[in-house]
């Protein structure tokens, strides 16, 4: 059935994929953005909305007007610096709790009855050697930087969860690659990778789960009706150790492997978050998306996913 649509976030990474999968579905979309409208969400969508997230009077009035049926918040909103300038990140946690407050409370006002918002899969409690479910804890009391970024989506789910009169969906995304990501040519990792500025730590046993973008955005047509609300993990099928994924990601943009430190050297030379990525993060399982509404990534693994990126996949 078709639904009205906001999404907030529409110039975003996730957001722009997002758009033209909507419309090809037959939902009417309002794209919510911060500034004047940029052309190609204009392009993109029924209609288009300025306002700032922050100012709730404003958005209000926006979804309002909007009158949506599920609201899609993809505010990331971490910028280019990721979650390694401590300070930066701090701000970013804050203002991602706050941006996805105000989401809910506007709206609940304008009458929507389910929102949808991104949050992560790489915010759960290390454990063991697993591949980890929706139902392992958050770690909400990590060191430093990380810890404030863990509290922020922890309140973002909170917030999205357990509203009254709102069905709730989180999507825990993986580490997101595709056009404009870190990952493309000039995102951050490239440029690491490039740099050589990325190791490979002691076992090289840190897993990491990856998302295509596309598939960040496909999740969420899968999401907007029929599915119990809660929050569903949205990755590949092949979670990878940085002794996997990282020689290859190399390999493909033609730089020398990546040099090999102890945990000791990475951990006098690296900021913590990298090495805890690299060392000891665990990967996610999207296996209650795919059982209960049979979604499949379009993407299975980060192999294929990285080749098409970096411009090795035949077709
Ligand atoms: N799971 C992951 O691995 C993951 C998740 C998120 C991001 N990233 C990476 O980090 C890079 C930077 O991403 P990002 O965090 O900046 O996300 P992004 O998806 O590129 O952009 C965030 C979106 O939120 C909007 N926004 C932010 N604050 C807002 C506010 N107060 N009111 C209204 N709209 C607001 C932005 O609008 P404007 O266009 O006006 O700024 C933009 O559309 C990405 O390219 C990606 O590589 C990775």
């Known amino acids: ?9 529409a110039s ?25 409208p940029d052309r190609s969400c204009a392009e993109q969508a029924d209609e288009v909305v300025t306002a700032d997230v922050l100012d709730l009077a404003a958005l209000r009035e926006a979804l309002t007007a909007a009158a949506p049926d599920v609201v899609v918040d993809q505010i990331a909103g971490f910028g280019p610096a990721g979650p390694h300038d401590a300070e930066a990140a701090r701000r970013a946690a804050d203002r991602r709790a706050a941006t996805a407050g105000n989401l ?10 389910r929102v949808v918002a991104q ?5 759960y409690r290390p454990h063991g050697h697993e591949v980890l479910d929706e139902d392992a804890p958050l770690w909400t009391d990590a060191p430093g930087c990380w810890g404030d970024l863990v509290r922020s989506i ?8 357990t509203c009254p009169g709102i069905e709730g969906v989180a999507l825990r995304y993986g580490a997101l690659y595709g056009p404009a990501t870190e990952f493309a040519p000039g995102g951050t990792v490239h440029e690491q990778v490039r740099g ?10 840190g897993l990491t789960s990856f998302t295509h973008l596309d598939d960040a955005a496909g999740a969420v047509l899968e999401v907007l009706d029929d599915i119990d609300p809660g929050a569903y993990n949205v990755v590949d099928n092949e979670p990878a150790e940085c002794a996997e994924w990282l020689p290859a990601y190399a390999r493909m943009i033609g730089c020398p492997a990546p040099v090999s430190l102890t945990v000791e050297q990475a951990e006098a030379q690296l900021d913590w978050l990298t090495v805890h990525r690299l060392t000891e993060q665990r990967g ?18 980060w192999r294929e996913g990285f080749a098409e990126l970096l411009g090795h996949w035949p077709g």
């Not at 059935?1 to 976030?9: K, T, Y």
């Open 284 to 301: 996610a399982t999207n296996f209650r998306l795919r059982e209960t509404v049979g979604w499949r990534p379009a993407w299975p693994s």
């Open 196 to 205: 050589s500025a990325l190791p490979v730590v002691g076992d090289g046993f």
């Open 119 to 123: 949050s992560t899969a790489a915010a």
């Open 154 to 161: 922890a309140s973002v789910e909170e917030a999205v969860l």
């Open 104 to 113: 809910v409370v506007a709206a609940v006002a304008a009458g929507a009855r």
């Open 12 to 36: 975003g990474v996730v957001g722009r994929t997002l758009l033209p999968l909507l419309r090809a579905r037959g939902h009417h979309v309002t794209a919510l953005v911060r500034r004047c």
């Open 1 to 9: 059935m078709p639904l009205r649509v906001v999404v907030a976030g």
